[in-house]
């Protein structure tokens, strides 16, 4: 994603213009309804998965993050097919940020890996090097990342990746703790993509979903030659 992209969006939105006018990157069926296909999940998802070739992926993706939008990761993995066993090998570096002063304490600018299985799976246990904040309505304290009565989760279970201004993409995750119905806790952080990773991640989104949009417009192809 390039800085002019980004600073062109940006300086639409400063304006208060509309910056999906900005952003069409030569997109012929987005010119009369970018805003409707980028703003509404569901719709975005079917183009998405209606696009043949790559570029067009590439786009769009590009498109539905500088407009604001989401793109839930999770779901893109379920999309393809793929199974845990076939993601192991796919991961992430990113770091992770507090979102709390408290939370903030327990950062350590550690650059990690956040495995493609894991994300599929929906939730992982942390690492043994993290320091993550066990927080309650009375009680403080914290704890190693791989605690055995903690797993990682995303906020809201689709892994949604979002663009900060600066072009790094990020995704919202709570560590929670449960050690009993009156001993639970959980700690808000951000985990952001690496910035030297972040091309060979979205060259990850754009293969695996072009993969899945070419095998079903193989098969619909293969259906359709009679006529």
């Known amino acids: 994603m390039s800085d002019k992209e980004i600073i062109e969006a940006e300086t639409v939105k400063e304006n208060g213009n509309n910056p999906l006018k900005v952003i069409q990157l030569d997109m012929e069926y987005l010119k009369e309804n970018a805003e409707e296909y980028l703003t509404d999940d569901e719709k975005?998802?079917?183009?998405?998965?209606?696009?043949?070739?790559?570029?067009?992926?590439?786009?769009?993706?590009?498109?539905?993050?500088?407009?604001?939008?989401?793109?839930p990761l999770r779901d893109i993995l379920w999309r393809s097919g793929k199974t845990k066993a076939e993601l192991a090998n796919y991961k992430v570096k990113f770091r992770k940020y507090g979102d709390k002063p408290?939370?903030?304490?327990?950062?350590?600018?550690?650059?990690?890996?956040?495995?493609?299985?894991?994300?599929?799976?929906?939730?992982?246990?942390?690492?043994e090097n993290e320091i993550c904040l066990y927080d309650?309505?009375?009680?403080?304290?914290?704890?190693?990342?791989?605690?055995?009565?903690?797993?990682?989760?995303?906020?809201?279970?689709h892994y949604n990746l979002k663009m900060e201004r600066t072009g790094e993409i990020y995704i919202k995750m709570r560590w929670y703790c449960y050690y009993s119905s009156f001993g639970k806790g959980n700690s808000h952080y951000t985990f952001k993509i690496d910035a030297d990773d972040t091309e060979n991640f979205m060259n990850f989104l754009i293969d695996i979903i072009h993969e899945k949009n070419v095998k079903a417009d193989n098969l619909k192809n293969y259906f359709e030659d009679i006529y």
């Open 44 to 71: 975005f998802m079917d183009l998405l998965y209606s696009i043949n070739d790559r570029s067009g992926v590439e786009k769009l993706l590009k498109m539905r993050f500088l407009s604001g939008g989401a793109v």
């Open 102 to 127: 408290e939370e903030k304490k327990t950062e350590d600018n550690i650059v990690r890996e956040l495995l493609m299985s894991d994300v599929l799976e929906g939730s992982f246990r942390g690492w």
């Open 136 to 157: 309650t309505a009375n009680f403080k304290n914290t704890y190693r990342g791989n605690n055995s009565n903690a797993k990682w989760y995303s906020i809201g279970g």
